[in-house]
């Protein structure tokens, strides 16, 4: 079997199913550890069922966690669906100061939040995101936005809603702030200097 191809398949990359028989044998590259494991995560995890949510969380801690932590975490949140089960995770990784169980923790963290957030209210993940969001120091500062711009819907109603240059003040972000205080409750004085 052809992995890149099922992965193009599970991805909607190109037309056609994924069988059962590929999902399997993607699951089986996952128990071996070897083989292209980032391409067995994806297919697993659009493909995949609940059920293997132990698998994947296999690469959460194991020795390849640096390479394939925040794949695992963005497969079982983000394609497998399961991103209301992983909240203490998401909220250990956003409110982290750096890393923590992996290479790319935190951010993954933040980049799944907008997920979790779709599906439930959490004022102290949005506040957190917003706080991030509002430190121009933090490096993760445009993930933040990005999972902001999401949560709030508001990619099309904003100039720039991918920050696509650095370069230009962020216009945007008066907006983006106060729309998740008016949104979510959190009190606008907490982040005036982006009020506008």
Request: some cysteine; glycine content about 8%.
């Given at each position: 079997?052809?992995?890149?191809?099922?992965?193009?398949?599970?991805?909607?990359?190109?037309?056609?199913?994924?069988?059962?028989?590929?999902?399997?044998?993607?699951?089986?590259?996952?128990?071996?550890?070897?083989?292209?494991?980032?391409?067995?995560?994806?297919?697993?995890?659009?493909?995949?069922?609940?059920?293997?949510?132990?698998?994947?969380?296999?690469?959460?801690?194991?020795?390849?966690?640096?390479?394939?932590?925040?794949?695992?975490?963005?497969?079982?949140?983000?394609?497998?669906?399961?991103?209301?089960?992983?909240?203490?995770?998401?909220?250990?990784?956003?409110?982290?100061?750096?890393?923590?169980?992996?290479?790319?923790?935190?951010?993954?963290?933040?980049?799944?939040?907008?997920?979790?957030l779709k599906k439930r209210r959490d004022?102290?993940?949005?506040?957190?995101?917003?706080?991030?969001?509002?430190?121009?120091?933090?490096?993760?500062?445009?993930?933040?936005?990005?999972?902001?711009?999401?949560?709030?819907?508001?990619?099309?109603?904003?100039?720039?809603?991918?920050?696509?240059?650095?370069?230009?003040?962020?216009?945007?972000?008066?907006?983006?702030?106060?729309?998740?205080?008016?949104?979510?409750?959190?009190?606008?004085?907490?982040?005036?200097?982006?009020?506008?």
């Open positions: 079997m052809e992995i890149n191809s099922i992965r193009d398949r599970a991805q909607g990359v190109t037309d056609g199913p994924v069988s059962e028989a590929e999902v399997e044998f993607a699951r089986e590259i996952l128990r071996s550890q070897t083989g292209n494991i980032g391409d067995a995560l994806y297919i697993v995890g659009y493909c995949g069922a609940p059920a293997d949510a132990q698998l994947i969380e296999t690469y959460l801690h194991n020795e390849e966690k640096d390479v394939y932590g925040d794949l695992a975490l963005k497969a079982l949140c983000r394609y497998l669906g399961l991103v209301v089960w992983y909240r203490d995770l998401i909220v250990k990784f956003v409110f982290a100061d750096d890393d923590t169980d992996f290479y790319g923790s935190r951010l993954a963290g933040i980049q799944v939040a907008s997920d979790y004022s102290l993940i949005t506040g957190k995101l917003v706080s991030i969001f509002c430190d121009l120091q933090d490096k993760e500062r445009d993930a933040a936005r990005y999972a902001l711009v999401e949560t709030l819907g508001l990619r099309s109603v904003i100039a720039d809603p991918f920050r696509l240059s650095d370069d230009v003040p962020d216009e945007d972000a008066p907006r983006i702030v106060e729309e998740a205080c008016r949104q979510f409750g959190l009190s606008l004085g907490d982040h005036a200097a982006f009020s506008a």
